[in-house]
């Protein structure tokens, strides 16, 4: 077995015959960024417009194969699994890092800088890290059809991961959904009461009236709709662990008269105009675009005729759901059920089902500053958190959020809120302006 100090050379070696290269490739990135070799030498690249700028962020190489993926296939996902497995760690800011993604991916080398590379390739020594261990298996099971048994798989390996876990970084409330910060210098805690508030009024709750959350998660709105607005809430999830906590904090705060949850499927909820108000928040990404018409009239059969209706969720700039990076990256690692679309594609299919759009808002920002805040909390708890979920668990939900949280900055991803009532009857006692939404 080759010795530590053996390793760290041949790895400077490996280093040096592609620094030209790697130079060369990064010469026009609109960052400034370091490479740091195991034995804590480090070189700096991109277009720093100076010499004297120091870099936002360390790409830390712990096995030089992280390179000769980078030269040759530069595909992020390559990066992304040597992030999660230990191969390649980032120091620094993660969302400068990030930047390397959309950088790498339309990069695009001439023929005879391929060929350059190639024949590096010829010359580069092999077995270099070989002696680490094989990757752990990070992948979720596919999703095909968005059958009942397969949306129940996918919520569990996204949700019931640990509820301790999610507590280190999540609001008090366990709000795991855009929050709203009607002043840039809320707390979390603040943006996500505001956020409950602001469906609850929206909805204009009534005391004694029966109001159903689709994907209750922990239990916030529902708890928060009974305590505040007099409603008989009911919740229903597939996550297991979540069904668990919710029910423990519905009898801890007293609510079990007014609040009640279930561990059921959309699809199998019986009954016709059993609910005054439904709201679904952040929930509708999982049913998959085809199931869309199945889960809307689902919606509309339990509404009662002059009821109101709130789709709150996740939508994308292109239509349909391909086979992007981003959706291979969120399908694989992250939600196996995800799917998105664009919010006209969303509207559209609620008014198919005999829906009256009565309001839309975009939260795009707010959103932007949500995972922030998420980024920043889970950084601070990382001790903390290796001790409900592994390393390589930690490394996915850090990137996927500073990711998610730059996409919405740029527009590629965008969150709504969509008030709508059946169709053909005026939901009861409306008003006719917004006041009600802010007062």
């Known amino acids: 077995m080759p010795s530590v100090r053996s390793v760290a050379q041949r790895t400077r070696g490996e280093i040096d015959r592609w620094k030209p290269m790697f130079g060369k490739l990064l010469a026009s990135f609109d960052g400034?960024?370091?490479?740091?070799?195991?034995?804590?030498?480090?070189?700096?690249?991109?277009?720093?417009?100076?010499?004297?700028?120091?870099?936002?962020?360390?790409?830390?190489?712990?096995?030089?194969?992280?390179?000769?993926?980078?030269?040759?296939?530069?595909n992020p996902l390559r990066f992304?699994?040597?992030y999660f497995c230990g191969a390649l760690d980032v120091d620094g800011d993660i969302f400068a890092a990030l930047k390397l993604k959309d950088y790498l991916h339309s990069l695009r080398l001439t023929l005879p800088d391929r060929l350059r590379v190639a024949l590096r390739l010829l010359g580069t020594a092999s077995g270099l890290g070989?002696?680490?261990?094989?990757?752990e298996r990070l992948e979720a099971n596919a999703v095909r059809s968005h059958s009942r048994h397969e949306n129940r798989d996918a919520i569990a390996f996204h949700y019931d991961l640990s509820n301790d876990f999610y507590a280190l970084w999540l609001d008090q409330s366990m709000v795991y959904s855009c929050a709203y910060f009607e002043r840039p210098d809320m707390t979390l805690?603040?943006?996500?009461?505001?956020?409950?508030?602001?469906?609850?009024?929206?909805?204009?709750?009534?005391?004694?009236?029966?109001f159903l959350d689709i994907g209750c998660g922990w239990g916030a709105l529902i708890v928060h709709a009974a305590r505040y607005y007099g409603v008989r809430a009911h919740g229903i999830t597939l996550s297991e662990r979540q069904f668990e906590l919710a029910r423990a904090r519905i009898a801890a705060q007293g609510l079990g008269s007014l609040v009640t949850v279930e561990l059921q499927d959309y699809r199998d909820l019986p009954g016709v105009a059993r609910f005054d108000k439904i709201a679904s928040v952040g929930m509708f990404e999982h049913v998959g675009l085809k199931n869309l018409p199945q889960y809307f009239d689902a919606v509309h059969r339990l509404l009662r005729p002059q009821g109101l209706f709130l789709n709150h969720g996740i939508t994308h700039d292109e239509e349909g759901w391909g086979d992007d990076l981003s959706s291979l990256f969120?399908?694989?690692?992250?939600f196996p059920d995800g799917e998105l679309d664009t919010v006209s594609n969303i509207q559209r299919a609620m008014e198919r089902s005999q829906f009256e759009i009565l309001d839309l808002e975009g939260l795009r920002p707010h959103y932007a500053l949500t995972l922030r805040e998420w980024v920043r909390r889970l950084d601070q708890q990382?001790?903390?958190a290796l001790r409900h979920v592994n390393e390589s668990t930690y490394r996915i939900w850090r990137l996927y959020m500073a990711a998610s949280a730059l996409e919405f900055e740029s527009g590629e991803l965008g969150v709504y809120q969509i008030l709508a009532s059946p169709r053909g009857s005026a939901a009861q006692g409306l008003t006719m302006n917004r006041r009600h939404m802010y007062q």
């Open 32 to 74: 400034a960024m370091a490479l740091q070799l195991p034995d804590g030498s480090s070189s700096n690249f991109g277009n720093t417009g100076s010499s004297a700028v120091e870099p936002k962020f360390a790409l830390c190489l712990r096995d030089p194969q992280v390179l000769r993926s980078l030269l040759l296939g530069r």
């Open 80 to 82: 992304a699994d040597a």
């Open 130 to 135: 070989a002696d680490r261990a094989p990757s």
């Open 189 to 210: 805690e603040q943006a996500q009461c505001a956020k409950l508030d602001h469906i609850c009024r929206k909805l204009q709750l009534q005391p004694g009236e029966q």
């Open 330 to 334: 969120i399908n694989r690692y992250v």
């Open 382 to 384: 990382h001790a903390a």
